[in-house]
């Protein structure tokens, strides 16, 4: 296993960009996955431009085939990944009486079997090695709910769920599972929502903005340090007061 190695999906913009280029930055050897190779290999360009490592691989975490595609290629560059961020994620706003099967399905599909595929690829060989850190990016929305998100919330919900039941079964074998719940974020995925819903959520918010996603990448990154050590199934909250536990 590669020491300081990471995957990193949905990679290509926004927060998923961020984390990529902050692991890069403090000396992870980055795969930078996106649907888009061309938003991957435009973030794995400025990695190297700037002194890291990353390569581009392009792939819908929803697909066997493509994960599969995606670990094989991460490990054939940078070997086998010490840390998995699983990012990728969709927005779709409705509401629940508007929400067809298909809305709902393909809202599941990226976010939790996306989720589940990729640690199913990449954990054999942590839990072989005896080490390995697995971070599942959740939404404050998975813990509170969000009016015309009823689908993106109830997956959110899911990965918290998945995070806590997988950090039971494998934590005292070496790996570490956790989860991070942002809040709203400037990010491209949010910009997607309607202006009145982003306002009325934003006039809500203790701190009286949004984050951004260089905020939530630090929180990613603590969670990846030896100072985490001690987290197992939590899930942190960078949300601008928007949950407060």
Sequence with gaps: MAARSAIVTGAGSGIGCAIAIKFAAIGYAVTVNDLSLERAEAVAL?????GGTAV?????????ADVAA?????????GEASLLVNNAGIAHQALFENLTVEDFDRMFAVHV???FLMTKAVLP???????????NI??????????????YSAAKAAIIGMTKALAREVSARGVRVNAV??????????????????????????????????????????????G??????????????????
Excluded at 125 to 135: F, K
């Design 125 to 135: 060989a942590m839990l072989s090695a005896g080490e390995g850190v697995i971070i």
């Design 70 to 78: 995606i670990y094989a290629a991460a490990v054939a560059v940078h």
């Design 181 to 226: 719940a942002p809040g709203p974020i400037n990010t491209p995925l949010v910009m997607e929502l309607s202006e009145d819903w982003r306002a009325a959520k934003r006039a809500g918010l203790p701190l009286g903005r949004f984050g951004e996603p260089e905020e939530v990448a630090e929180t990613v990154a603590f969670l990846a340090s030896p």
């Design 138 to 151: 959740a939404s404050q929305l998975g813990q509170i709910g969000g009016v015309e998100l009823v689908h």
């Design 46 to 50: 400025g990695i190297r431009t700037t």
């Design 56 to 64: 581009a691989v392009a792939g819908d975490v929803s697909r066997e």
């Design 228 to 245: 985490a050590s001690l987290f197992v199934g939590q899930t942190l909250g960078p949300n601008s007061g928007d949950v407060m536990l």
């Design 113 to 115: 079997r996306g989720t």
